[in-house]
Each structure stands twice: as C-alpha cells, then as structure tokens.
C-alpha cells in the first residue's frame, strides 16, 4: 500500500524531505504540499500533487492520509494539534514546540486521542554511528557512562531567520535528545556559559557551552558553535567508568596534495545525516501505513523542550536551572531507566 502525504513547509528541509520520499524511498507518495510562500510550495511541488491554501485545507483534506511538517519551530504547535484533532499520523520536524506549555498541550491531545499519533524529527537516532555507539554503551563492557562530550558545529546558519534563542531552543534541542537516548538517562539540570563571541556570529550568542546534569549524576557538556565556517562537524564522545566510546570521524577519501593529507567535512545537515533521515521514514512509513507513530515521540519532544526553557533561563541568571518533568503517561512506554 502506498501512503499519501501532505508536507507543511517547503524551504530547506522541506524540499529535502520531498525529495526523499519522492526519489528515494517506496511505499509513499506526496500528493500535497503547503506554505505560507505560495509560490515556493507551487515550486517544491511534485508532479500531481496539489498546492493547499493552508495547513488546514491540506490536512483535513481526504486525500491526505499522513503529514509530514516542515515549517518554522513556533507553528508546529496549531499543525500538531490539527493533525491529532483529525486523527492523522504526523512526523513532525524538531523541536516538538517551543515552550513547555504548547509541549503539554500537544501531549495532552494526542493522550486524549489514545494512541500515538506523533514522532519528532530527532534524526540522529537512526544515525548507523549513534546507533553502533549507543550498543556498545548498552553492552555495558564499559561500564556505567559518566561524561558525554557532544560537540554541535554549523558552518553557518540563515541569517535573519536564526533568531538569538535558536542555539538553545533549535540547536540543542538534538544534544539533549541524543543524550537521553545514549545515556538512557533523564536530564534534571542545565548550566550556560557564553565565552566570547565569534564574529562570524554577528548579535547570537555564538558560541555556548552548556552542562547537562542528569538524573544518575552523569554530566553532558556540549558545545553549541553554529557560525564555525568550515563545515558541518558533529562529534561526540562517551566516558565511561572502564573506557571511551566516540563516534567515528565520517568515512571520507582521503586526498593528499601540496596543501596536506585531508578528508572532507560535510557541508551542513542534509549531506551528514542524508542515510539518517532516509532510515527515519522508512521507519515512520511503516508506522503511519498502520495510523501510529515509531521512534521519537512526543515525550521525547517534551523533554528536549524543558531543557531548551532551562537552558534560555541558566543564559540570563547564570545558574544552575532545574528541569522538572511531569509524570511520563502510559502511552510513551515505561520511563527511562535511571540509577538510584
Ligand atoms: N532535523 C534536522 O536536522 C533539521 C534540519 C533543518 C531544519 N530542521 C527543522 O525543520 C523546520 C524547518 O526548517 P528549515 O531549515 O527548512 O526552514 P526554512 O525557513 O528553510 O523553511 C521553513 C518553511 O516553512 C514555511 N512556513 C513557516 N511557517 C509556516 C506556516 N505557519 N504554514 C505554512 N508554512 C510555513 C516557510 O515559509 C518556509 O518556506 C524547523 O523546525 C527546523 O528546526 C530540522
Ligand atoms: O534546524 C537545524 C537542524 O536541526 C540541524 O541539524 C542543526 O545542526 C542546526 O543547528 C539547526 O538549526
């Protein structure tokens, strides 16, 4: 069977995920499309499918059978909620929301609903380096892990459109995800440091180290860089009690020349993570084929929502800022583990 998509939001990653699932993958076809730029969604548009007026139209329309949105973090929570109120499968891009309310609301109506309905673009879980690195920890040959170094560097982000809240409520809204999945742990505290600022990053804070304190007493510490220049370069590097695991460094030819002995560093998200978003909605096409969702939920978009408001709240007073977690409900599965 093949499941009928509409896609809310067309710029960069919407393109990206449109031609994923038009060119790439099976078992699902885009037969619309929305914007708030008409004339980009008309663009973006894949042969037969239908441009809507509004992400309404498109996701109460019946030829739509599940929803993929793309648009900017502040409007998932009106297209979240429209998709769960007409019982439609939603993959819906990071972050969930943008505020701990609009993350509860969300939750409350899928809750209400029954079943899950939501999975949250937290792509590097279907990473194959993150995945052969979380075995390894689960393995527990390591022994317990204590320190996880998560480096986040951007070569560059839109300007205008990257806003001075986005290292914290957009960027690393992933490490917090990505470390509570490595360490199956909960995240209960963030601290912000802002060293001096790059000038490539213009008015954003740029860089920031963040710590993470969670709930077995391990730390996080990421670094969140998103003007660096040279490339996309995600790092990441688990301590443990009997050794370290790291992600490899990307598998790339390696040229020598005048100028040195040198690999290349992918040019932003799209080329590091392409296998991973392919393997994402192979896994969401699955699950939205039998009316549900797989893999990153709305819980998991909740968490990494309440981490991005501490960590807003540790950059202004320049504590430790708690983050306080409402009791997990029956329908995201048994909390995780934590050591007492
Ligand atoms: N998982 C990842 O690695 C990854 C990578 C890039 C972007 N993202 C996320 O995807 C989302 C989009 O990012 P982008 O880089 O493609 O941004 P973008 O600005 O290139 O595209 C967003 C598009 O959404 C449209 N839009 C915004 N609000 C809308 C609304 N209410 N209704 C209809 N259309 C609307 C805009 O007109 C624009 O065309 C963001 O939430 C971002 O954080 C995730
Ligand atoms: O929306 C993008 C995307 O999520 C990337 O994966 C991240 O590295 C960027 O910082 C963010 O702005």
Redesign the pocket.
């Known amino acids: 069977m093949t499941l009928r998509v509409g896609v ?9 995920h449109i031609r994923r699932l038009t060119q790439v993958l099976s078992g699902v076809r885009v037969v619309g499309v ?4 008409r004339a ?2 008309t663009a973006a548009a894949p042969e037969g499918a239908e441009v809507f007026d ?2 309404q139209a498109l996701i109460r329309s019946d030829s739509v059978q599940a929803v993929v ?8 929570e ?2 979240l909620l429209e998709c769960i109120a007409a019982r439609k499968p939603v993959f ?4 969930l929301v943008t505020s701990e309310a609009a993350a509860l609301r969300v939750m409350e109506a899928e809750e209400a609903h029954g079943h899950r309905l939501v999975q949250v ?4 879980r279907f990473d194959a380096d993150y995945r052969r690195l979380k075995a390894v920890i689960d393995g527990g040959s390591l022994g317990a892990p204590l320190l996880y170094h998560s480096v986040h560097r951007n070569a560059s982000v ?1 300007e205008g ?1 990257y806003t001075s809240d ?1 290292p914290l409520n ?2 690393l ?2 490490d917090a995800d990505i470390s509570r999945w490595l360490l199956d742990d909960e995240i209960t505290g963030v601290e912000v440091r802002v060293p001096r600022r790059s000038t490539r990053g213009k008015d954003l804070r740029d860089p920031v180290v963040v710590l993470l304190h969670t709930a077995s007493g391990a730390l996080v510490d990421v670094e969140i860089s998103v003007n660096i220049g040279y490339g996309y370069d995600i790092r990441g590097e688990v301590s443990c009690e009997g050794g370290v695991a790291s992600l490899p460094n990307r598998p790339a030819t390696v040229v020598s020349d005048r100028h040195g002995i040198r690999q290349a560093i992918p040019a ?3 080329e590091r ?1 392409i296998d991973a ?1 392919d393997q994402e909605f192979r896994e969401w096409i699955v699950a939205a084929g039998q009316g549900t969702a797989t893999g990153p939920s709305t819980w998991d978009g909740y968490a990494a929502t309440l981490v991005a408001d501490a960590a807003l709240r540790a950059v202004e007073s320049g504590r430790l800022e708690p983050v306080r977690m409402r009791a997990k409900p029956a329908l995201y599965g048994e909390p995780i583990a934590v050591a007492a």
């Open positions: 809310i939001g067309t710029g960069m990653i919407g393109q990206d929305t914007d708030i730029d980009r969604a509004s992400p949105i793309c648009s900017w973090g502040p409007a998932h009106e297209q819906c891009e990071k972050p673009g937290f792509m590097r839109p459109l986005m957009d960027t809204v992933h932003d998200w799209r993570f978003y």
